[in-house]
């Protein structure tokens, strides 16, 4: 054997991994990918999402590495999981049927006007789709990024795919992030937008809810989504499954399969997935960047005009209700709620607004659900 | 050389039709169409050949083009631009009129955007209302049912 001979097969083997390949963007993908992981480590946002979806991005990241692509014919490890999962749209689905399997829809039965609060809060979605498409998106591209506003991650990766899917990576992200974030943004503008005596209002304690209500609630509200919205019926029927069969009481196992493991797996194949769809040749574009810039004034505005509808509801009732509920009509179900109540105690620590909250906060699912119905029945 | 000459000539000749080939917007009329009106924002044209014939010029001319949808309604053929393109929509009416078949092109506006978005922001207000109302009257006939067969009971 000579010595070139040598040197051939030596570059052969060179050749195969990834040093040789190696393209200095991926660097920048990395810090990315550390950030998600230390903001779900360190700060312990999300981290039930932004944990996979930091390493999906990070291994994906690599050069050569057999994750994303197809060899001899077959889907590689996580494009499997994105093939079947995400472009079949059925973990977002599953994920609803969980989701419905350990909510409680009591708060909204009781106070059934703060429906409207969670339709009011889908005003960023409309405003950032108009902004989305000065900024020279594509309509469904707009549709896409205006529902990042609604705070509802499987509504999102489910429109997102169904319309742009070329943006679900970094939809996803943004959507999820500033889910994490919404003790940081929601306060400061909740607080602009309301007065000291406003955040001081009393709600009148809600009614018992009996458990025939709770019973009949996720058959009626399925019955009309399907009537009114029939593109969505994949997630709010699987979303109402789930509360059908928590209420129902006869199929625990069911229950604790559809809130545990089945919720559990799906949670990871998404966020690895997700992540994985963020390769540096995707990510690295001013579009990504804007989505995430636009994603923060959606939030915003969403949270706003959830508190102004309230504000507006006030003109017409009796009994009023504090417009710090109003910013939980944008999903993150619960922690938006959670800012409500700890917003209301810093006004009167006395006041109680949690499972008020809830109410606007479950319409939120409801109604960004409703808008990506409508952004599907526009473009389908 | 004799050759190359020959294939300019011919470019050179071909070229007026292609300059003489009417757009509104980046889509191109048929030729041998009636223009009815042209204005900045639409153009209306009839044309002397079927629904079928004038649906198929079009779908050849957008063939591969992303973002396009059609929609078959009932009086007509209605081509959606979902994109970034120019115009917005290629509307092809299904009953013939005295020349023939009216074709309808209209630009991009914003007034469509802005429009549909309203509509579906006051849809969401729609559905959520009617799942207001329909908890509100749920809660009314459940509740009351609940206080009869509990007061039977107590009685």
Known sequence: ?380 | MRNIILVLWILLFLFPCYSMGEDFMGVPLIPNSKIISKGDKDIQFVVNMSHDQVLKFYKDVLKGQADIRIREWKDSTYIEDDGNRKWHSITIYRKPINDGIKVVIKKDNWTWIMGTLILRYVGVFFVLMTLFIALSVLGKIVSTIVKKIESKQES
């Open chain 1, 1 to 380: 054997m000579t010595i070139n001979e040598i040197m051939d097969m030596l570059k052969g083997i060179l050749y195969t991994t990834g040093i040789f390949n190696f393209d200095y963007r991926v660097i920048v993908m990395w810090g990315v990918a550390w950030f998600f992981i230390y903001l779900a480590i360190a700060k312990k946002f999300e981290p039930l999402l932004l944990l996979p979806i930091g390493f999906g991005i990070f291994i994906v990241n690599f050069p050569l590495v057999p994750l994303m692509g197809y060899s001899h014919g077959h889907p590689e490890l996580i494009e499997a999981f994105y093939h079947y999962g995400l472009q079949w749209e059925i973990i977002p689905c599953i994920i609803f049927l969980g989701l419905g399997a350990m909510t409680d829809f009591g708060p909204l039965i009781a106070n059934p006007k703060t429906l409207i609060i969670g339709a009011g809060a889908q005003l960023g979605v409309f405003v950032t789709f108009t902004g989305t498409v000065l900024a020279g998106f594509t309509l469904k591209e707009a549709a896409s990024v205006g529902i990042i506003g609604g705070a509802d991650g499987p509504t999102t990766v489910y429109l997102t795919q169904h319309l742009a899917p070329q943006l679900l990576g970094a939809n996803a992200l943004a959507a999820y992030s500033y889910m994490a974030m919404v003790p940081i943004i929601q306060p400061p503008i909740m607080r602009l937008l309301t007065s000291k005596e406003e955040r001081k209002i009393r709600m009148k304690q809600l009614r018992p809810v009996s458990k025939k209500e709770k019973i009949l609630f996720p058959i009626v509200t399925c019955g009309i989504i399907a009537l009114l919205v029939p593109s969505v019926v994949p997630l709010m029927g699987m979303f109402m499954l789930g509360n059908l069969m928590k209420e129902s009481g006869v199929v625990n196992r069911l229950v604790e399969t559809a809130q545990g493991s089945l919720m559990n797996i799906s949670t990871i194949f998404l966020g690895v997935s997700v992540g994985a769809t963020m390769s540096a040749e995707r990510f690295l574009s001013w579009k990504p960047l804007f989505i995430f810039g636009l994603g923060l004034i959606d939030f915003a505005v969403c949270t706003a005009g959830g508190i102004f509808t309230v504000k507006i509801m006030n003109l017409f009732l009796k009994d009023k209700i504090n417009p710090l509920i109003g910013s939980a009509g944008v999903s993150a179900v619960p922690m938006s709620a959670r800012v409500s109540q700890l917003e209301g105690l810093k006004a009167d620590n006395t006041n109680h607004l949690l499972m008020h909250a809830m109410a606007p906060n479950l319409a939120g699912v409801i109604g960004s659900a409703a808008a990506a119905g409508m952004f599907i029945a526009m473009f389908d």
